[in-house]
């Protein structure tokens, strides 16, 4: 009877510090939106609602415009994410289901190792070793192969949109394989067997069933991915070009709003430091959105009769 | 695969924390003692130039040698950071009491360091503007300017096959800039290059996309020397450049950038393009004739004009054969009344080291930059004499 209530003391109040960490993290959240909100309000009361929309980005005279950092940040996210999203679930489901056991632990590290590698490094790499071999051979190649499509125009700088998205699906595939991976991986194994037994073919298994089953999860890795996309400065920095212009090509120079801000924080102050915070702003809400978005598609898809149980 | 964790008993646990503490120290101490033998061994390096200013009549830098302990920060121009590392690490070895930790973020970001408060000094290629300097705390009774490097702009290229010194003059590297040469075998580059074969290619320029000193002087350069940048990018720290033109920001990151794009020009400064093995063009000063950038062509272009003050500082595009055009001084920003005694006279003392001939100036040759010519360096040392501690008694003394 002693020992029973030796326990129960610390017991609750583990429980009770469990949730308030649970309240610190959501609290911490609307935080951060308050806190980017409180700075950017100089900046809306003096320029309006306007230069979220605006082209011309010239702090010097006064303009100064987001549109081309908004859509530089979507543009690099897309062509990451574009990349990533196939390949990487189609690695994981490899990794999961196709691959030979042997193989599969050592894979795997691999895997999560490169996953463990620092931003800057992959934009120093980017940077120092892709950039030119992208200017010598890539560029050249794709803009032979599919300049009537009107994407390739300009010079081959090696540098730029292209190689911005291409550094990012380097970045964020391995985290996406690696969720991806144990997602799929944790679909019941009644419901794979089940699927063999009635005489399905592998692909069929693992399109109809395993991956539907493990929707949620494939949405979470996904929705991690882009967080990672939209938010990586550094790296986007070093191999984007920094070119404050709305992008024509994929080859031309553009910017993120994270480049941005790395670049023009040090020494703004005034209206274009509030306008940094209120480009900062525009990320998160931009991130949340993605993640709703996510939600939603997955929840309508549940509603409309999809084939199996979610994985909770 | 997760492996379970294994089951330790007690007794091992606290055995082995013994074992890591006893590790821990052990390294901590073969560190600390590699690290004061390497200070040693620099001690003994250097120990033959601080010979060599005992021998110099400076009653000011045997006393600045003896500043008191201090940790000084300062932050700004790219530009000067690595002969400020060499200089401060060298000073640091012959007086361990003081340490400087200085960040190159741009000497705009510098600027807006100093005026917050949050460094001890600034450091920043184009001296504050009255503007600036009315931002900055009341208690710092005043900003004084002190030139503390002087260095040249090169354009670097990276251009297969080109060696160093394609001729370039003003309005034709404007032009580059601009987009409206867009070309390397453009005809007005060939012009200046009569026997050089150019590439078929585009041009990639590479600017500073960060509020930069460095980008200051070359677009000083190319608003004297050109109507078209004048009337249209202009000059400052930070101008607009056309969509073809890739941004990097520091000297490190446009010497990087150069270094990775093939076909491509950008301005650097002189010590980044010697550390790098740049090849850089011979620019046409006012002279008419083409000038590489060398210690002595910068310090030529200097020479040209004594008479440098923090409100009229700029040396580009000076008369004279010898004169490399695209040249600055740099400028360290300090409080004329210093907040704390101690720290203060430290840093005038440092600051004056540094800016004087047996001093941090001995540094700058080995790096690529020019030593502050005789008269400046007296400028220096007036205006760090007006610096005063908190009850108004001036800090720097023999």
Redesign the interface.
């Known amino acids: 009877m002693s020992r029973r209530r030796r326990f129960t003391v610390p017991d609750r109040a583990y429980r009770r510090a469990l949730a308030a960490a649970a309240v610190l993290f959501a609290a911490l959240l609307v935080a951060f939106v308050v806190a980017m909100a409180v700075q950017a309000v100089p900046a809306f009361s003096s320029l309006g609602f306007s230069f979220l929309w605006g082209t011309t980005w ?3 005279h006064g303009a100064y415009g987001l549109l081309s950092f908004i859509v530089g940040t979507v543009e690099t996210t897309a062509i990451a994410l574009f990349l990533a999203v196939p390949i990487g679930i189609g690695t994981a489901l490899a990794l999961a289901y196709l691959v030979p056991d042997r193989m599969r ?1 050592p894979l ?1 590290t691999t895997v999560e190792l490169l996953a463990a590698v620092p931003s800057v490094v992959y934009g120093l790499w980017g ?2 070793v892709v ?2 071999y992208f ?2 051979h890539v560029e050249p190649f794709l803009t032979s192969a599919f300049g009537w499509t009107g994407l390739f125009a ?6 730029g949109l292209l190689l911005a998205g291409v550094i990012l699906f380097i970045m964020v595939l391995p985290t996406l394989v690696a969720i991806s991976r144990d997602v799929l991986a944790a679909v019941p194994r009644e419901q794979v067997e089940g699927a063999m037994a009635v005489g399905a073919t592998r692909w069929q298994v693992l399109w109809r069933v395993v991956v539907p089953g493990a929707r949620t999860g494939l949405l979470g890795a996904f929705t991690l991915a882009t967080g990672r996309a939209l938010g990586e400065t550094v790296a986007v ?2 191999v984007i ?3 404050p ?1 709305l992008a ?1 090509s994929l080859k ?2 553009a ?1 993120t709003i994270p480049s941005l801000i ?3 924080f ?4 005034g209206t274009q430091r509030s306008v940094l915070f209120a480009a900062a702003l525009v990320l998160l809400v931009v991130g949340i959105a993605v993640n709703f978005l996510g939600r939603f598609f997955v929840r309508s898809v549940k509603r409309s009769g999809a084939a199996s149980v979610a994985v909770a | 695969m997760s492996v379970p964790p294994s089951h330790q008993p007690v007794r091992t646990a606290s055995r082995n924390r013994r074992r890591l503490l006893v590790t821990g120290v052990l390294s901590a101490g073969l560190l600390l003692a590699a690290c004061s033998s390497n200070s040693s061994s620099s001690t003994t390096t250097t120990g033959g130039s601080s010979g060599a200013t005992a021998k110099s009549a400076d009653p000011y830098l045997a006393a600045d040698l003896k500043a008191g302990a201090a940790q000084l920060t300062g932050a700004g121009s790219t530009f000067v950071q690595p002969v400020f590392t060499k200089a401060f690490y060298a000073y640091s070895a012959l007086n361990q009491a003081v340490t400087v930790n200085y960040q190159a973020v741009g000497s705009g970001a510098g600027i807006t360091a100093f005026q917050g408060g949050t460094v001890n000094f600034g450091a920043s290629d184009v001296p504050m503007t009255a503007a600036d300097i009315a931002k900055v705390p009341a208690s710092y009774g005043g900003v004084l300017q002190v030139p503390d490097t002087l260095g040249g702009v090169t354009l670097s290229y990276n251009l297969p096959g080109v060696k160093t010194g394609l001729h370039l003059d003003g309005p034709t590297i404007s032009a580059i800039f601009l987009g409206t040469i867009a070309k390397w075998n453009d005809p007005a580059i060939a012009k200046l290059n009569p026997g050089v074969s150019l590439p078929d290619q585009p041009i990639t320029t590479v600017h500073r996309s960060d509020g930069s000193g460095t980008n200051y002087i070359f677009t000083d350069y190319l608003s004297t020397v050109s109507p078209a940048w004048a009337s249209g990018p202009g000059k400052g720290k930070s101008v607009t450049w056309p969509a073809s033109s890739v941004g990097s920001s520091g000297n490190s990151g446009v010497a990087a950038s150069v270094k990775s794009t093939p076909y491509s020009i950008g301005y650097v400064e002189l010590a980044y393009a010697l550390q790098n093995n740049f090849t850089f063009a011979a620019v046409k000063n006012a002279a008419g004739v083409y000038v590489l950038p060398t210690l002595a062509s910068v310090a030529a272009d200097a020479s040209q004009d004594p008479n440098v003050t923090s409100t009229n500082f700029s040396i580009v595009n000076q008369p004279g054969t010898a004169s490399y055009p695209i040249a600055g001084y740099s400028w360290a920003l300090i409080a004329m009344k210093q907040p704390n005694d101690t720290s203060g006279k430290t840093l005038v003392q440092v600051l004056d080291w540094m800016t004087h001939t047996g001093g941090g100036q001995d540094q700058a040759p080995s790096l690529g930059y020019v030593p502050l010519p005789a008269n400046i360096q007296a400028l220096a040392r007036t205006t760090l004499l007006q610096v005063t501690g908190p009850n108004g008694a001036v800090l720097l003394t023999k």
């Open positions: 010239d702090p010097y632990a795997s940077l120092v950039a030119p200017a010598t300009g010079p081959n700088q090696g540098v920095a070093l070009g920094n070119s212009h024509t031309s120079n910017a790395v670049s023009a040090g020494e703004a102050t």
